[in-house]
């Protein structure tokens, strides 16, 4: 009865995207209130039963009913709890259902935060996202549905992947679905301005905060997910240049541009046609994404669907919302007008630059992930693009726009001086040279790429803190009093300059680690001792343990330096009935200067195991990084003087339409 | 220097960047594309005699043996048409299995033997490496092809 229940309400939620996608346009176009009037109720009641859809899934995963075939694919009734309820999002189905909740968790957050907007302009807003949430719903219903029955049902359930058992799965993609999802929002704005005709600084400053949030989810779910490969499958890399990593770093790189690239619409009203065009870019980076990871063209843990109706379905939806978006884009656009004018060396240029380096970076990225779909399409065969390729290339187009990093807050609007800006940051050049020069020394060995690796971190780093010294001292007249004067400076600025800390810190973990990591594959036998470094591994042997769904033999690792026990590793391999499957669950000692990684290979004869050792130096900084970017954007995003600028930019908006109707 | 002038020198040396940028991005993406070749593709002398390619297909039946180091494996690589010797040293992943579809990255040593230095097996009970899958699709084709004439 339940996945019935749950089926009714789905059709129910699609019947009520399309009024939303499509009456309070009309309405708004004929100046028809009561059809315009149509899209809060509606989008509010499809978000109810798209609620009601949700529950009604997972709770079906709760009950363990295996006669839903869904279910019986992707649980277990040995399934811990927490895994149950997460495996609703551990299958193709399932996910997209995920995908239109939050979807419709961020319209309804937009009927009830986006208050401020001038009415057309929010119903259009609201009316653009039940078009993107109609399409989605039709893909489910018509060609994924998650309440097929299964008859006679299932005795128990196929499992969860044991990939996927782990608290990562609980996380990693509804977090990183708010951040995809999230730039529907950024994108509906675009659409509407471009509906509108109207682009001005209040519409910058309403998208911001939005975009900012999705960002923030983005940026933090590609850190789970980073963080998760680390150690769930064993073999410590952090990134793979994997086509689903890039499925969902393009349009992080696309959304870090839109994100500066709104701070000069909203500061200068400049960039205008440019910011719309990268919302659009951002939003179909993601949906290119969903394609890439669902239709099942990829090869990859993440590939759930095999079925090609469905990817026809997603390419034709994709054809439609990409161009029709860049259509109205190429017809409204000279509508907008391209803002104000600056010179070539200002604030403005070097954020024009930073723009140009993320696009380009994202587009080598992409270059990279498509060519391969592309030619296997065409039938000229099959290959595959290695990560040497995205690690030079994208290193050579980042490289510069880092370098500017150092520059561009310091640079005036309008119109700069590079001489000034040069002699701000003279120590931050010295000791930045200095420290790449001595880091790698006290690590080894010094190569070009650590050099120039600890060249940017230290200086992104270095480069922030100066910007604070001037900051502080620019006020010091006005206010002589120190703390007040920390505490005077607006929440965005300190939250930008996290943000770039972070970029620092994440560069300064990748040179270090990419530089200085070991790795060793072993045959240990019982009390052998194996060296990295300084530290001695000892394996003490296994023992057999059972895990609620599978069963685990443990080795134990005692790690000592200078004959102090430094940590006791104990790395794991579980076979998993069910699927009949082995996983490898590595034993990882973090720390801020480096990590200690064991994992266990396979048994050899007498108890002895194959055995990878790692030392990975200062790999944690990469979440870190990570960490302090997504908090740079969360205070930028407490600043109270959004607030208070929203409701006056409301205000300002409100008595404008007021007088040009009157 | 006018600020025309300026801007144009600006302007130039951006084109110039870029079209550097340009040839070092193709070049860069050129030299590391890599081919996928089938075992059968391989016996015919198809594959690149030095430098990186792949290969798919089964893990062939009883055909994983463990050099006495016990880090070196070796296993065959079929598409049932053909086979080949693979060698690999290091740990394999978890979701190798003899019978199971997989793709390794590597080249040719001097005996014609592979030598992988990637081996990836992300396939669960029922999905296959499309590469291994297409791999066993075209030996079957040659075979139906041969079984008709």
């Known amino acids: ?162 990939l996927l058992q782990d608290p990562g799965m609980v996380f990693h993609p509804p977090v990183l679905y708010m951040g995809y999802v999230g730039f529907s929002v950024a994108f509906a704005f675009a659409i509407a301005a471009l509906l509108d005709g109207r682009l001005d600084i209040a519409w910058a400053r309403w998208t911001r905060p939005w975009t900012t949030v999705a960002w923030v989810f983005l940026t933090l779910g590609i850190a789970f997910g980073s963080k998760w490969a680390y150690y769930e499958l064993g073999w410590g890399g952090w990134w793979f240049w994997d086509a689903v990593e890039n499925a969902s770093f393009m349009p992080w790189l696309v959304g870090t541009a839109l994100i500066h690239s709104l701070a000069v619409t909203e500061k200068r009203d400049a960039f205008k046609v440019w910011t719309v065009l990268l919302s659009i870019c951002a939003f179909s980076l993601s949906l290119l994404g969903t394609f890439l990871v669902r239709s099942g063209v990829l090869t990859s843990v993440h590939a759930f669907a095999t079925d090609p109706r469905r990817g026809v379905f997603i390419l034709l939806y994709l054809v439609v919302v990409i161009g029709g978006a860049l ?204 060296k990295a470094g300084n530290l001695n591994f000892r394996f003490d042997g296994t023992q057999d343990i059972p895990g609620p769904n599978y069963m685990s033999t443990q080795g134990t690792f005692t790690v000592t330096s200078n004959g102090k026990v430094v940590a006791v590793l104990q790395p794991e391999k579980r076979f998993y009935p069910v699927q009949g499957s082995m996983m490898t669950e590595a034993a990882i000692q973090p720390g801020v200067v480096k990590d200690m990684y064991v994992s266990l290979g396979e048994p050899l004869e007498n108890g002895a195991w194959s055995v990878r050792i790692y030392i990975k130096p200062f790999v944690q900084w990469i979440w870190a990084g990570a960490i302090l970017m997504a908090l740079g954007g969360v205070l930028a995003l407490t600043d109270k003087r959004y607030r208070i600028l929203n409701k006056k930019a409301a205000k300002e908006a409100q008595e404008a339409l007021e007088a040009f109707e009157a | 220097m006018k600020a025309r002038h300026k801007r144009f020198g600006l302007i130039a040396a951006g084109l110039i960047l870029l079209v550097i940028a340009t040839v070092l991005i193709t070049k860069s993406f050129r030299s590391n594309l890599v081919f996928f070749f089938t075992p059968t593709q391989v016996e015919k002398g198809e594959a690149p005699k030095s430098g990186n390619f792949r290969i798919g297909g089964l893990v062939e039946n009883g055909s994983l043996k463990r050099l006495p180091d016990g880090l070196h494996v070796q296993f065959r690589v079929t598409d049932t048409a053909k086979v080949m010797l693979v060698q690999y040293k290091g740990i394999l992943p978890d979701l190798f299995k003899e019978g199971k579809g997989v793709v390794a990255e590597g080249k040719l040593n001097a005996n014609g033997m592979f030598e992988a230095d990637q081996v990836l097996a992300k396939h669960d009970e029922n999905y296959m490496p499309p590469e291994a899958a297409a791999a066993l699709k075209a030996a079957k084709d040659a075979k139906a092809k041969e079984g008709t004439k």
């Open chain 1, 327 to 530: 259509l109205l884009f190429a017809w409204r656009a000279p509508k907008v007008g391209l803002g104000e004018k600056f010179d070539v060396v200002s604030r403005e240029s070097m954020l024009l630059t930073n723009n140009v380096v993320l696009v380009a970076a994202a587009g080598s990225v992409l270059l990279g992930t498509m060519y391969p779909l592309l030619m296997d399409a065409l039938g000229a065969g099959k290959i595959s693009v290695g990560p040497p390729y995205f690690d030079a290339v994208f290193v050579a187009i980042m490289a510069p726009g880092l370098f500017l990093m150092g520059l561009g807050p310091l640079a005036k609007w309008k119109k700069a001086s590079l001489p000034e800006i040069s002699l701000r940051l003279r120590v931050a050049a010295v000791i930045s040279v200095v420290s790449a020069l001595l880091v790698p020394l006290i690590m080894g060995k010094l190569t070009l790429m650590t050099a120039v690796g600890v060249f940017l971190g230290i200086w992104v780093i270095s480069t922030s803190l100066i910007l604070l010294r001037n900051r502080i001292k620019t006020r010091q007249a006005a206010t002589p009093n120190l703390l007040e004067n920390i505490k005077g400076i607006p929440l965005a600025f300190y939250g930008m300059l996290l943000a770039h800390l972070g970029i620092g810190v994440f560069i300064m973990g990748v040179t270090l680690v990419k530089g200085y990591e070991s790795e060793q594959d072993l045959r240990m036998d019982k009390n052998d001792v194996a």
């Open chain 1, 1 to 162: 009865m339940i996945p019935e229940i749950g089926q009714f309400s789905l059709i129910l939620a699609f019947c009520f995207a399309i009024v939303q996608g499509t009456l309070p346009l009309i309405g708004v176009w004929k100046n028809n209130a009561a059809l315009s009037n149509l899209a809060v109720p509606a989008a509010r009641t499809q978000f109810a039963f798209i609620a009601i859809t949700f529950i009604c899934l997972d709770y079906s995963f709760f009950a363990n009913d295996f006669s839903v075939l869904y279910v019986a694919s992707n649980s277990n009734s040995h399934l811990p709890l927490a895994y149950r309820l997460a495996a609703l999002w551990g299958g193709h189905e399932g996910s997209m259902i995920l995908w239109v909740s939050i979807l419709a968790l961020w319209t309804m957050a937009v009927t009830l935060f986006a208050k401020s907007l001038p009415e057309t302009f929010r119903i259009r807003l609201i009316s653009v996202m039940g078009m993107v949430s109609i399409g989605f719903l039709a893909f489910i219903i018509f060609t994924s549905n998650p309440f097929e029955r299964l008859i006679p049902a299932a005795l128990d359930g196929r499992d969860l992947n044991p």
